[in-house]
Structure formats: C-alpha cells, structure tokens
C-alpha cells in the first residue's frame, strides 16, 4: 500500500505553511512572501524565504527548499510517511492508500502502534500505582523528598512498577493481550515470559517526539540489583534516535537555541522543574552524533551539564570535540552546592541552579583550567603535554579564526610563546615523540587515563567474559556498588547491560568497550585461554573477596557514623539504633564461611 498522490497533494495544499514554520524561526512579511533567518544553517541576516501561494519554501544561503512535507521531514527528522501522517493529522486530513501507481511507501507496521499504545497503558498503569496504591507511597516519598512536587510528577508521568514480577503479565492478560504479544513487547523476561523486566522500580517513561510512551527507565531503590536498568532496543524504539525529555523540551530549545545535556533523568527532572527546560539527556548511554544531530537544527549552542568525577570529565571532554566538530558552540556548567541538579534544587533551591546555568563557562577555559590541573605546567614538560592534549580540541574547531584565539589562550594560559606553540601544533608528531621522552607516566592527548591495573576485581570480571554461561553465578551475588575498581565496574555495567538486551556475547562486550585499553585487555583475556581451567572456582574466589572488601567499606563507613552521632531526641536515638543493627548485620554477614 501506498499513500495517494491527492492525499500528498492536500495535506501540501492545507497546511498552514507559514504557521508551520514559524513554530521553528521568526519570519516578517515582505509583500506576498515571508522570509527570517534559516532554521537550517546558523545566520543573522535573513535568506530563508516562505511563498505561501507556491505552497513552498527556499533558503538563499544553504539552498534547501521544498513543501511543508520536506520542512517537517527536514526539522523533525521523520521519513516522509510520517511526515505526510503527522501534517495530515494537523489539518484533518484522512489518508487514502492506493495499491498501484507512483507514491511513497506506508511504513506497513501497524503492530509498532500496537506498542506503543501498549507502553502508553502501562506508563499510565505505573502512575497509578505510585500516586495511588500503598505499594507506591514509599517511592512517592522518597521522590518528593527529593524535591519533586506532584506537578512534576505528573508532568513525566513517573510511576512505580509492583514488586510482584507477575503482576503485569496477569493485569495485560486481562486486557486480551496475547501472549505472543507480549513475549516481544520488552516488557518481560526472554527466558520467563510471565516474570516482568522491570519490578519493584521507581519508573520513569521514555517518549518519543510526539509525546508517546516507547520505553522505560527504572530506578531501584532498596534490594539488590542494578541501580538503573532501561528498555533494550524494541521495535518502536531506537536509543540513538531519542533523548529523554525532548518531547518537553523542543519548544523551550527552539526559543532559546540553547541546549542542555546532562547525564540521567533526575538531572533533566530538576532542571525542568526550576524553569530550565531545554534539558535533555541521553538514555543510559554516551552522547552520541546522532543524538546531537537531533537537537542540532534547533540550537547555536550547547550546555553540557555531566558530573565533575574522573568518567564525568572523560565525557565532558568527548561531547565538546564531537559538538564543536558539528559546528556548534559549547559552554560548562559547573554544579555549585551540590553533586547534582536535583540535590541543588532541594537545598539551594532553583535560584542556584538558574545561576550556575548562567555562571557556564566557555569549553576552551574550561579544557585550559583541566589541563593546568592534570599536568605540572610549570615545567616544559607538562606545559608540553596541556598543549597536546588541548591541540585536540584546536583540530575540532571549524572556523580557522577559532583556532587562532584558542591557540593565543593556550599560550596566555601557560606563559607560552605563540610561534613555538604554532609549530608544535603543525609538527605534533614530531612535539609528541620529544615529550614520550620524558613522560614516566600513561598520559596521553584529552582527559588523564587511569592506568589499568590487574587487580583481583577485574580478573575476576575478565574470568566471568571469558565464561560468560557464569555471569549469572556473579550477578546474583554482587552489585555495582561492590566494585571498587573502575575498570571492574566498567565491565560489569557493560555485562548486565549485554544480559538486560538477551544479547550477551564475546561480540557485544566488546563492542560496548569504549576505552581502546579496556578492549584490548578483554579481548587478550578471551583469547589467551588464560581463564579457562576451572573458572567456577576463580570466579567463586573473587565474588567472595569483592564481597568481603565490599561489606568491611560499608562497616568502616558505619562506625564512623556511630562514633561521631550525637543523641539529642527519642528520633535520634532511634536513627543510632538502627545504625547499629546494620553493623551487627554486616558483622554476622562477615562471619560467614560462605558469603555468598
């Protein structure tokens, strides 16, 4: 089937074509057109003319032109089906199909709506249970503890998932879904169809464009378990295609041309309810180019909001290069009174964060002010190796008057001449070889790697990749939190990630590895063999000591508390009893022959 050409023809002929495009940029008349800057390309002085008679609009700067279709295709970026679909919903018009003749394709997978209208009924289903049911009150607590108001939550639609992993199956039964139907909606367990993925979780729905559920998020809040887990990738949704939020945020980012990236869902939560909200983030995963291309017709600059630990930094440093190559502008925001949004907006409230978003800095002092902290700038060698490092960020920038300044900032930065500094920036193979000479440590250009060390943790997570049939031995065992080396931590992430997907493989931990050292100790721990006699025992091994290292943290952390805890009020007194009988739990947890 395809959609007619007179159902193409109206929806082109009825929409408002003005209207439409106004919802993206400013357009003034001028005699029978319409013209503003393009919402294309970065300009000031507007080329992008709209003739409503002609039914059709062109940019004089970038050369794009075409129908109310190809705008909304364009900005949106739909394919055309859905964009003649969404168009001929605005301006009611019912589409006809024909069998044969030219005309474009009907995306013909209408079970894709089917799920998403199922997502849509359990997102709803969730809410209920945390605004509603005794099971949710504790979450609802703790979130509005956090700060959020029930506005909010309502806003994004946060729910709570039952702690009955076969009570979602039992309710979508008594709806007529089939069970077909729901063994590949991603709702439940692959291996067990009646056991729901996601349970006892405060829930956050993830929406596509035009503001319908697709997938989840969901966060635990006691018991054992990955602390986030998310919606693999389903037949309606694509992680690289979506950012949290963006269905709320388009129209602020459109307006201010300005967008924020964060790191999770409670950041964008924050943000959003202090009035900021051209937040967005990505969905348990990196920034990508994809999903920076989402945003990118909307925006001149780009606000980065990750958090200031070493991974933090790392991300930071990768999400300027890739902007920056994208041609966009990029500024810091530096988090002031609190590890993150949400926890500044509760303490400090939403004046603090409206100021440190203010307060954001440019990306190059930002990247000068890292670099003078991560190397000895006041010998040649470390002002050496800040300029090599900061040289990669010189290389992403498009305007050669860009990396000009940027070149004579480094130099002001570092007390560095600008014509030694040109020559190591054109000779740097040559400036990096010198500097190898020195270093005696693993620095390399961007952020400060951490060496890897073969340490019990992560031989034991190497031994579970080169047996991955025991990575459920370990997963039932330990959490994230356990771990306390990063690399460790990494790949355990990396390993639930792969099992959450029903897609764990040599091929897809490796595939996820996005540190090029991480890959290669992975890949030489599957193919040395060196895990291969009697691993159950290796991994036994680890699992116990991580444990063990894990519980004896959790216990010096106690007695610290204890010892400094001050009993004022009967609450007070109650709060140290239970400190207390946490310690002798772990203590008996620490006694155990076995401790797993």
């Not at 610290?560 to 004022?568: P, T």
Request: aromatic residues 10%.
């Amino acid at each position: 089937m395809i959609i007619s050409q007179d159902t193409i023809r109206a929806v082109i002929e009825r929409t408002d074509l003005v209207s439409l495009i106004e919802g993206y940029t400013r357009l003034e008349k001028r005699g029978s057109d319409w013209w503003g800057c393009c919402p294309f390309h970065n300009e000031k002085t507007p080329s992008f003319c709209v003739t409503p008679e002609k039914h059709m609009y062109y940019c004089f700067g970038c050369h794009e032109g075409g129908s109310a279709i190809n705008f909304i295709q364009a900005m949106e970026k739909l394919d055309f089906p859905t964009a003649v679909t969404t168009l001929a919903k605005k301006t009611g018009i019912n589409i006809e199909y024909s069998g044969s003749g030219q005309g474009f394709q009907k995306e013909e997978n209408p079970i894709k709506d089917q799920y998403i209208d199922l997502y849509t009924r359990v997102a709803g289903s969730y809410h209920y249970c945390l605004l509603s049911t005794d099971q949710g009150k504790p979450v609802l607590d703790y979130i509005q503890k956090r700060g959020l108001t029930i506005d909010t939550i309502k806003k994004f639609q946060l729910g709570y998932s039952p702690k009955d992993r076969y009570w979602l199956n039992k309710f979508l039964k008594k709806k007529n879904y089939s069970d077909e139907f729901l063994n590949q909606s991603g709702l439940f367990s692959r291996k067990f169809p009646a056991v729901s993925f996601f349970s006892d979780r405060l829930m956050f729905p993830i929406f596509n464009r035009a503001g319908k559920v697709v997938a989840f998020g969901g966060r635990l809040l006691s018991g054992e378990g990955p602390k986030y887990i998310n919606s693999g990738e389903l037949l309606h949704y694509h992680k690289g295609e979506i950012l949290y939020a963006f269905n709320f945020a388009r129209q602020a980012i459109r307006q201010s041309k300005i967008v924020i990236f964060c790191e999770g869902y409670m950041d964008v939560i924050a943000y959003h309810q202090c009035g900021i909200e051209n937040a967005v983030a990505p969905l348990g995963t990196a920034l990508t180019e994809e999903q920076v291309a989402l945003v990118r017709p909307f925006v001149d600059q780009v606000y980065l909001s990750f958090d200031m630990d070493n991974a933090g930094k790392a991300a930071t440093w990768k999400a300027i290069l890739m902007c920056r190559r994208m041609g966009l502008a990029v500024k810091i925001i530096q988090l002031e009174g609190g590890k993150d949004p949400a926890e500044i907006m509760l303490n400090l409230g939403s004046e603090r964060l409206t100021h440190c978003v203010e307060c954001a800095i440019l990306d190059c002092d930002y990247l000068l002010s890292l670099l003078a902290k991560e190397h000895q700038v006041d010998t040649p060698e470390g002002k050496t190796k800040a300029a090599l490092s900061f040289f990669s960020y010189i290389d992403a920038l498009n305007s050669d008057i860009q990396k000009e300044s940027s070149l004579a900032l480094l130099c002001q930065k570092f007390n560095l001449s600008i014509e030694a500094v040109k020559r190591d920036f054109l000779n740097r193979a040559d400036a990096q070889n010198r500097v190898d000479r020195y270093s005696k440590d693993t620095e390399s250009s961007g952020p400060k790697k951490v060496t890897i060390k073969p340490n019990a943790e992560l031989r034991g997570v190497l031994a579970v990749i080169a047996n991955l049939e025991k990575f459920e031995l370990m997963r039932k065992t330990l959490l994230l939190d356990d771990f306390e080396d990063p690399a460790a931590r990494d790949l355990f992430i990396i390993l639930e990630e792969c099992y959450r997907e029903d897609a764990i493989s040599h091929g897809n931990v490796l595939a996820k590895c996005s540190d090029e050292n991480l890959k290669n100790i992975v890949a030489k721990a599957v193919a040395s063999g060196e895990y291969s006699e009697n691993p159950e025992r290796a991994i036994e091994d680890a699992i116990k000591l991580i444990k063990r290292n894990s519980l004896e943290k959790k216990r010096r952390h106690l007695m610290n508390k204890i010892r400094q805890f001050s009993v004022i009020t009967p609450d007070d007194q109650k709060q140290l009893d239970e400190l207390i009988s946490e310690k002798m739990n772990i203590d008996f947890q620490l006694n155990q022959k076995d401790m797993h």
